[in-house]
């Protein structure tokens, strides 16, 4: 069973930083494409960034050039790098694993982007 921790949210002001973490259980990234989502109150769940089997990114309009997605092998580990942070960032941000139909979750982190 794939289990996978997030790490990292909190309260920043608009224009800061912040980098998220989502530590998997064993080697998954030669299996599974991993992403970060988020849901804002209200909002149904989107994505905001991917990156593939092999290492392809993709990132959400909204996010692009401010949130850089990257993966650590070696310590089954995935990050979400936000720059530039914006008060419609604030939402709970969730990793994911995918493979086709095998989808698998974390518990979620909360960002909140305030003054």
């Known amino acids: 069973q794939v289990q996978l921790v997030e790490s990292g949210g909190g309260l920043v002001h608009p224009g800061g930083s912040l980098r998220l973490s989502c530590a998997a259980s064993g080697s998954i990234f030669s299996f599974y494409a991993m992403g970060w989502y988020r849901q804002a109150p209200g909002k149904q769940r989107e994505l905001v960034a991917l990156i593939s089997l092999g290492g392809t990114t993709n990132y959400a309009d909204s996010v692009k050039g401010r949130f850089t997605i990257s993966r650590e092998r070696a310590k089954n580990t995935v990050h979400l790098q936000m720059n530039s942070l914006k008060p419609e960032d604030t939402a709970v941000y969730y990793c994911?694993?995918?493979?086709?139909?095998?989808?698998?979750w974390g518990q979620g982190t909360q960002v909140t982007v305030s003054s």
């Open positions: 994911n694993a995918n493979h086709g139909s095998l989808q698998h």
